[in-house]
């Protein structure tokens, strides 16, 4: 008690947290080192908070190694970082929240471990250099805006759990030719496709029961719509 209570009389608050563990903030993510362009999150945190790595934008940090301590990526914790071109995270982490990665418009690669079952509103939203993803097995939806204006994405694999595909999920998603949503899809949200100018082909499966009227408006070259069953308008 005596060496914290001393401690708090140079440091901050953040510092403290920082050196005992805990979450990532800010100010402990500013005292980082970037390695090539490399920067790996120390093994001690288990959560990276809300604007944590804004500090980043000044140090050319191409990639992100992210450890299986951290469970937790708060809203905005990566977002508009233009320098990051690939994120890995360590099978550990279980939610990555709202906009954790938006506007991050050079990732080409986001590397998601089995271990996540949340990816929250717009959190890959506006990344204009991602082209393939890979989502996670456990994942139940495909959140809100979660690919908006992911311009170069053409190709994504589901996990088998998906029930909901949300409002504007790949709004704008331009590259997009081919999407077969699992047979787990419930419902299918506004504007979920909208303006995915080059979607030719889309399967909605038969455990689908509702289907937004504008999903798939400006979808000037869809050429097959599998829908096995009657689906009902939200």
């Known amino acids: 008690v005596k060496k914290l209570l001393f401690s708090s009389k140079t440091k901050t608050v953040a510092q403290i947290i920082d050196e005992l563990g805990g979450s990532l903030t800010l100010g402990g993510a500013s005292m980082l080192q970037v390695q090539n362009g490399t920067l790996e999150i120390p093994q001690n945190y288990v959560g990276i908070t809300s604007h944590a790595m804004s500090s980043m934008k000044s140090k050319g940090v191409k990639k992100i190694v992210i450890p299986a301590s951290v469970r937790m990526i708060m809203p905005n914790a990566f977002s508009m970082l233009d320098s990051l071109e690939e994120v890995i995270f360590a099978d550990g982490t279980d939610h990555i929240d709202n906009y954790a990665l938006c506007g991050c418009k050079n990732i080409k690669r986001i590397g998601i471990p089995a271990s996540v079952k949340r990816i929250g ?18 994942l139940d939806e495909i959140s809100d805006e979660l690919f908006s204006g992911c311009t170069s994405l053409a190709h994504i694999s589901f996990g088998g759990a998906i029930k ?20 787990s899809v419930e419902s299918i949200g506004i504007s979920a496709f909208w303006e995915c100018t ?14 937004s009227q504008s999903s798939l408006s400006n979808c000037p070259s869809l050429m097959s719509l599998y829908m096995p069953r009657i689906i009902h308008d939200q």
């Open 121 to 138: 509103a717009g959190a890959f939203m506006n990344l204009a250099s991602l082209q393939g993803i890979r989502l996670p097995a456990a």
């Open 164 to 183: 909901r595909v949300g409002a504007g999920a790949f709004y704008g998603c331009s590259s997009l030719r081919t999407v077969m949503l699992p047979d």
């Open 198 to 211: 080059s979607l030719q082909r889309l399967f909605i499966p038969a455990a689908t029961k509702t289907l």
